[in-house]
């Protein structure tokens, strides 16, 4: 099975290129479940002390997918790598978990590191003021509080990750329509599986 996983900062634009893909390239994907999220989402960016809760919920939900679809190549929205190394990183630095939470959730991502082994990895690269806009014309309740400082943050810990990943793919989001961006996702899918 090709595991392939799309990351990028907070609006970058990772669901509607999967969306995309899927309806048009025919992929299968596995979105993140923002709609189970909501109220994680809500309680978290209502009171960061709920961060470390949403972060168990993500981990529940995104880091235990690679099975379900046996031999076929499934593209994945964000993976545990990122999520891991960009937003628990994050969380502790910004004291919005405790050291003993931080060692919980880092231990439960090293457990499931293995299955995530021999992933594709891409990146959507993107200004996090263009995202900042994204979310705002998106209009997603839970989304209101996220400040053009948190993008910033985001987008520094992902470009220190991104230089200590071998196997990834950096496809530079800005000016490009949804349609383009996916098409050179799915070239570089096709030359990833002729391998």
């Known amino acids: 099975m090709s595991l392939i996983t799309i990351d990028g900062n907070i609006g970058c634009g990772k669901t509607s290129v999967l969306n995309y893909l899927h309806k048009f390239y025919k992929y299968p994907v596995d979105l993140e479940p923002v709609e189970e999220w909501q109220p994680y989402l809500d309680k978290m960016y209502q009171n960061k002390e709920n961060t470390f809760n949403f972060q168990i919920r ?8 690679q099975n379900k679809n046996d031999n076929n190549t499934i593209i994945v929205e964000r993976s545990p790598l990122f999520i891991k190394k ?56 839970s989304e209101d509080n996220i400040s053009l400082d948190y993008l910033q943050k985001i987008d520094e810990f992902s470009e220190n990750i991104i230089k200590t990943i071998n196997n990834i793919i950096i496809i530079d989001v800005e000016g490009k329509t949804v349609q383009k961006i996916a098409s050179e996702i799915n070239e570089q899918i096709k030359i990833c599986e002729n391998k």
């Open 58 to 65: 993500i981990w529940l939900d995104r880091c235990w997918i």
């Open 86 to 141: 960009v937003f628990i990183e994050l969380a502790l630095k910004q004291n919005l978990i405790t050291e003993d939470e931080f060692n919980i959730l880092i231990n439960l991502h090293n457990k499931t590191n293995a299955l995530w082994d021999n992933n594709i990895y891409i990146y959507l690269r993107s200004n996090p003021d263009s995202c900042i806009n994204r979310i705002k014309k998106r209009n997603r309740k």
